[in-house]
């Protein structure tokens, strides 16, 4: 159990060698997101389960255990927090760490009023240390120390983006401190995400924010909860329903659940934002790609799709930037 003072965190997660932990299958709740408000409104709620969701991420880029289960708590989280986003904004969550894993990034929006899609993808996929070293999680082992940069994108308007050091490596603990730090909301965050050989078997997390003009006993009270509630894992493995994880959570407080959001792996990509990135390559190496192949491939990093190009059409893109050009001069 992972607990730190500074942003008031607790992250969970679990890997099971062997054979894998009993299925929760009977009556499985699919994943979904609620937000629920708590304390008389003062604490904001989103608890939801992500198990398809990070099976899916796993599954794409075929990701080892460790690696998994790291993906699975940032598009987790990041999925929560998408929660509180409005039609046209998009916030992506990237972890650069001095460790093995180097970089994660997990991409959330909403592509309709009640859904919540979220992609995710690791440099390294094949990531698998020891399980604990000197009190450390395999998780905090493969990032290391580093930081996690959040950036905001909204319809109109410039992007928001902030930057802080890990606190951990344990990635709950680790957004957390940056929504203190950085968005100066203090919050409790329970990540879970239980992987077998086989794969993904259980993933969800709840987080718990408070609200303008909550007391500030609220989050001591809250952080309390996180850290003597069962685990995650443990909850959904026994059949807790988003709400139940929501309830779980809140503690004591009174809980009002206001919205649930189905959650699903959904990507952004195009053809012509893929022609826009090899358009970003410039004229010189366009017409080297033409020279050496007859079909440039591109892949997609978050969800591994290939779109191919002719020689033809990198000659179009070829043609747009020198009528750009010329149009600048």
């Known amino acids: 159990m992972d607990r730190q003072n500074v942003g008031n965190t607790h992250a969970c997660g679990a890997f099971a060698e ?20 708590a304390a008389a409104g003062s604490v904001f709620i989103a608890a939801g389960i992500t198990t398809d969701l990070v099976r899916q991420v796993r599954e794409r880029h075929e990701l080892a255990p460790t690696v998994g289960m790291a993906a699975g708590r940032l598009i987790t989280g990041a999925s929560l927090l998408g929660a509180r986003l ?8 990237q972890i650069a760490g001095e460790g093995q894993l180097r970089t994660l990034v997990a991409d959330v929006c909403r592509p309709k009023p009640q859904e919540i899609g979220a992609r995710a993808y690791a440099s390294v996929t094949d990531v698998d240390p020891p399980h604990h070293i000197n009190g450390k999680s395999r998780i905090a082992l493969a990032i290391g120390k580093g930081w996690l940069q959040a950036t905001r994108s909204y319809e109109v308007g ?5 930057i802080t050091p890990l606190a951990s490596g344990e990635i709950g603990d680790d957004i957390a401190q940056y929504l203190l730090q950085s968005e100066q909301i203090p919050s409790v965050i329970a ?3 239980l992987v077998s050989e086989d794969g993904v078997t259980i993933a969800g997390g709840a987080i718990a924010q408070l609200l303008p003009g909550a007391p500030e006993s609220t989050i001591g009270a ?13 909850l959904i493995e026994q059949g807790a329903s988003p709400e139940a994880l929501a309830q779980n959570i809140a503690g004591v407080f009174d809980l009002h659940i206001q919205e649930s959001y189905d959650v699903s792996f959904y990507c952004r990509c195009t053809i012509d934002k893929v022609a826009l990135a ?20 591109a892949v997609c990093e978050f969800c591994k ?11 179009a893109l070829i043609k ?10």
């Open 18 to 37: 062997g054979k894998p932990p009993p299925s929760v299958a009977k009556g499985r709740v699919s994943d979904r997101i609620v937000v629920a408000t």
């Open 86 to 93: 409005k039609s046209g904004e998009r916030l992506s969550l």
């Open 158 to 162: 410039q992007p928001y983006v902030g």
């Open 191 to 193: 990540l879970g995400v």
């Open 222 to 234: 809250l952080n309390a909860r996180v850290h003597e509630m069962p685990s995650i894992t443990a």
């Open 278 to 297: 090899l358009m970003s390559l410039g004229r010189d190496e366009l017409a080297k790609l033409i020279s050496e192949q007859e079909l440039t491939e």
């Open 305 to 315: 799709k290939q779109y191919l190009l002719s020689r033809e059409e990198l000659q």
């Open 320 to 329: 747009q930037l020198d009528e750009r050009k010329n149009d600048s001069t």
